[in-house]
């Protein structure tokens, strides 16, 4: 028995999850400009193998997302709804990162995972404030992928039906 295609909402939500980080990282963190830039702290700063690691988290990763979705996802499967869906991720994320912070002592190295997530330079209204402006961010970011699913030419075949994403359908007694 051959696999299952890839959802579109499965692979939208996994898109719109990878290029948070992606954008997160290189607009916000690794932006000298941001008020949350990351760039200037000698204790975050890359080299050799973890800065080429970085760059496959935050660029790399975010890019393939993109391919996977635009070739092998069939078009026009996704709905307003999902992207309201998959909304619940990033508020999860938030309350973990709180808590763990909240475990750990006050100034401890990498309390918190982000500079808009400390509690301690910001407070819980700052935090909360943030959170607000980034989950609308994530939301428009999402809505903007339903709306491109929407009008995006489909690259081959109809890809709803099919058992196997890659390869084409049987057309020989050796499929």
Known sequence: ???????SRRAGGVLLLVSITGLVYHLVLANSSSGFSM?????HALTGRRSV???????VTPLAAALDWLVLTAP?????????????????Y??????????????????????FVDVEAHGYAGV??????FG??????????????????SLGPDLRH????????????LK
């Open 1 to 7: 028995m051959s696999p299952r295609p890839q959802s």
């Open 39 to 43: 760039t200037g702290d000698a204790t």
């Open 53 to 59: 690691s970085n760059q496959f988290l935050h660029t």
């Open 76 to 92: 026009g499967g996704l709905l307003v709804r999902h992207a309201a869906q998959w909304m619940l991720c990033p508020p999860v």
């Open 94 to 115: 938030l309350l973990f990162a709180l808590a763990c912070g909240a475990l750990l002592s006050p100034g401890s190295e990498a309390r918190y995972p982000y500079p």
């Open 128 to 133: 909360v404030g943030d959170a607000v402006f």
């Open 136 to 153: 609308a961010a994530f939301y428009a970011l999402g809505l903007a992928i339903v709306g491109l699913d929407r009008i995006r030419p």
């Open 162 to 173: 099919r058992s196997n994403r890659i390869s084409p359908p049987a057309v020989s007694p």
